[in-house]
């Protein structure tokens, strides 16, 4: 998780939040749809008002259950106490500074169709309270799930060479890379990597995502960490590799725009290998 400014267009509301940057939520609702509001629903202790309490105003339609709060001087609508969650605080993701939604995994609502669609909204689903945070690659929590990783990589991929499993721990260390673990309710459930290959780029590696974890949107939520650790070294361009026989990773990829490049680097020549590139904004 990291902390983040935000506020309205003319500065007079401000606020901070911590959170990881996943899941963030299209809505297609009426309203939603019409102020093109992005959705980080966090809770309240992770949210301070620093500024314009006496700014903001509220309005209220059909249940009343949702407190759509604006700046009443800009228009503005940086948060709002959600339907789904009334106990919580949803930020609007475009009101963060230093945040470019565009480079964002960013999932969808049916809001037009609230109640059939709020039991499988992926904020929701698999409840649990999620965190992404950096890990020791040393660490036996690490470990067990890089061990895990590789005996499913074997498994789909006997063929040999077809496998690359290496990461040293100097490229993951501060200012290089990064390995984050994803844990629900403190329990590991996934892992990422980053390391850096280039100045202005970076390869993804040790993507993973338990198997009772799976079906989540873990795996969306470790590639947005990811990418904000890129893009906090300042790097342009996330690589990775990956094969058709993991057709969950390819969905996620896809879903966050990566696309198929040229083979790279110690890939070129593994016919198994599938090559993609995201360029960061």
Known sequence: MQ????????????FRVTAALAPIVRCNCSICRKKGFLHL????????????????????????????????????HPFYVPR????KIS???????GVDPDGLTIDPFDGDNWEQAIGSASWKT???EMDVRREDLASPVAGALIAALNAELTE?????????????????AEGWGAFLVARIDDKPAGCGAIRR?????????????????????IGGRLLSALEAEARRLRLLRLVLETGE??????????????VVVPAFGEYIGTPLSLCMEKRLR
């Open 84 to 87: 789904s969650d009334p106990d």
């Open 3 to 14: 902390t983040y400014d935000g506020g309205c267009h003319c500065g007079r509301v401000r």
């Open 197 to 217: 290959i280039d100045g202005e780029t970076a390869e993804i590696k040790r993507m993973y995502v338990a198997p009772s974890f799976r079906g989540r949107g």
């Open 41 to 76: 629903i966090v809770p309240p202790e992770r949210f301070e008002l620093l500024a314009g309490r006496e700014d903001l105003t509220t309005y209220e339609f059909n249940t009343k259950t949702a407190k759509h709060q604006f700046c009443r001087h800009c228009g503005i």
């Open 91 to 97: 930020v609007n993701v475009r009101c963060l500074e």
């Open 126 to 128: 698999g409840a649990g």
């Open 156 to 172: 789909r991929y006997p063929e040999e060479g077809a496998c690359h499993f290496g990461l040293d721990a100097a490229e993951v």
């Open 245 to 258: 026989r993991q057709p969950e990773a390819l969905a996620v990829y896809r879903r966050a725009g990566y």
